[in-house]
């Protein structure tokens, strides 16, 4: 059974930085194509990032430049260190693992 746990999210102020972690089990991480969603009250839920199993990441326009994508195959554990971090950046975190699965959601809050 495939398990995905994200941490790392909190209440951060402007300008602040986090960074997401996603720990995986119950399949092979290696071969997996990851990545990071999230959703903002009453939005849908958009892509943040996606990192392919040789480590290729891509990019939401919003947070290029800002958020980098990366992923530790020996712990089975995805990143997202986001920096420079905005308002409208608050949402709760997805990590994604292909085709379909999904972590329960770490909440991000950027506030002063």
């Known amino acids: 059974q495939v398990r995905l746990v994200e941490s790392g999210g909190g209440l951060v102020q402007p300008g602040g930085s986090l960074r997401l972690s996603c720990a995986a089990s119950g399949t092979i991480f290696s071969i997996k194509p990851m990545g990071w969603f999230r959703q903002a009250p009453g939005k849908g839920r958009e892509m943040v990032a996606t990192?392919?199993?040789?480590?290729?990441?891509d990019y939401a326009n919003p947070v290029k430049g800002r958020f980098t994508i990366s992923r530790d195959n020996a712990k089975n554990t995805l990143y997202l260190q986001m920096n420079s971090l905005k308002p409208e950046d608050t949402a709760l975190y997805f990590c994604?693992?292909?085709?379909?699965?999904w972590g329960q959601g770490t909440q991000v809050t950027v506030s002063s």
């Open positions: 990192i392919t199993s040789n480590g290729y990441g």
């Open positions: 994604w693992m292909g085709p379909s699965w």
